[in-house]
């Protein structure tokens, strides 16, 4: 049974900087993929980034594409998501998740396992 832990969500304000972080148990997890994903009160929930599953290879929405920095330490099994000039829009509850299958670089979320973590609160205030 994969586990995730979210942690690292707050207030902060438009501008400001967060870095959130995901501890993944349960499995092996070097040779997935990772993704970071948010929801929005009353939005469905959407893809935000994804690392490979050495970090060779990254991609992000265009939304967050130069804002945004994910990063994984296989080692401690965690994934990081730093985020800069954070926007009232970036506002939602923040969810990491691992590819279910080995080997496969993904932004969709069918592809990801069904159980998800609690996730973390970001607050972006304008």
């Known amino acids: 049974q994969v586990q995730l832990v979210e942690s690292g969500g707050g207030l902060v304000q438009a501008g400001g900087s967060l870095r959130l972080s995901c501890a993944a148990s349960?499995?092996?997890?070097?040779?997935?993929?990772m993704g970071w994903f948010r929801q929005a009160p009353g939005k469905e929930r959407e893809f935000v980034a994804v690392?490979?599953?050495?970090?060779?290879?990254?991609d992000y929405a265009d939304s967050v594409k130069g804002r945004f920095t994910i990063s994984r330490d296989n080692a401690r099994n965690t994934v990081y998501l730093q985020m800069t000039s954070l926007k009232p829009e970036d506002t939602a509850v923040y969810y990491c998740?691992?590819?279910?299958?080995?080997?496969?670089?993904?932004?969709?979320?069918?592809?990801?396992?069904?159980?998800w973590g609690q996730g973390t609160q970001v607050t972006v205030s304008s």
């Open positions: 690392i490979s599953w050495g970090g060779g290879s990254t």
């Open positions: 349960g499995r092996t997890f070097s040779n997935l993929a």
């Open positions: 998740n691992a590819a279910r299958v080995p080997y496969f670089f993904t932004r969709d979320t069918r592809h990801y396992y069904n159980n």
